[in-house]
């Protein structure tokens, strides 16, 4: 299997209950925001992005946060499935002509 | 459907065998890029194009090649592939200027291990 997960931290939730995955970026100048997911043996795929002119957006299931005062991103998943475990990280973007991601972390969702 | 495909999935080679990996996307992006995963790393770009025959180099292009000829593909080349070269590779494509402020959609990966 991959070896993406090795060194990451790790969220262990519950089936059904809810799951809040957090990042911190880095540069305060960046005014776009993706949260990506991704299952071994796949490449990441997006769930759900935010512009710096929100402080909330909401997806099915999933709901984005985004505090620029303290450069802190989070994620929650309500209800947690077992399809929901995977890697999560973030990625900051608009400030460059790149997009930064972050380590990830690992969800485990325990049945 | 929508999608970014890279071939091979898995490659197994030895030092000094040049190698491409191919990568093609149906969506008509103008952007293009390559990333290497490692374990604690996540993902750092190798090689960028913002259009055809436009490309640049990322964080991390030393040792690799890129091209890009038609709008739809973006072969990632390596000449002379060394160990430290085994990691997991994506490619990945946006819409419109290719702007950090777009979401990148990538493809499912291409594992290389160089002996």
């Known amino acids: 299997g991959e070896s993406v997960g090795l060194h990451l931290p790790t969220l262990s939730v519950q089936e059904g209950d809810n799951s809040i995955i957090n990042c911190a970026y880095s540069n305060s100048a960046s005014d776009y925001f993706i949260w990506y997911k991704q299952e071994s043996g796949k490449g990441p795929q997006f769930i759900i992005d935010?512009?710096?002119?929100?402080d909330k957006r909401q997806g099915q299931r999933v709901t984005v946060l985004l505090n620029k005062t303290v450069k802190h991103l989070s994620l929650q998943i309500a209800a947690t499935q077992p399809g929901d475990s995977a890697v999560y990280f973030c990625?900051?973007?608009?400030?460059?002509?790149?997009?930064?991601f972050g380590t990830g972390t690992l969800l485990a969702v325990q049945p | 459907e929508a999608q970014v495909t890279q071939n091979p999935r898995y490659l197994i080679t030895v030092t000094g065998k040049k190698l491409t990996v191919t990568c093609s996307q149906n969506?008509?992006?103008?952007?293009m890029s390559w990333y290497r995963q490692d374990p604690g790393l996540g993902l750092r770009q190798i090689y960028y194009s913002m259009n055809v025959e436009v490309t640049d180099k990322g964080d991390v292009p030393e040792g690799y090649k890129v091209s890009r000829k038609e709008k739809r593909n973006f072969p990632l080349i390596l000449e002379s592939p060394s160990p430290n070269q085994t990691s997991l590779y994506f490619c990945?494509?946006?819409?419109?200027?290719?702007?950090?402020?777009?979401?990148?959609?990538f493809g499912d990966g291409t594992r290389l291990s160089i002996l």
């Open positions: 935010i512009r710096s002119n929100m």
């Open positions: 990625a900051e973007g608009g400030a460059t002509n790149k997009l930064i």
């Open positions: 969506m008509n992006h103008e952007y």
């Open positions: 990945a494509s946006s819409d419109r200027t290719g702007r950090s402020n777009q979401p990148q959609h």
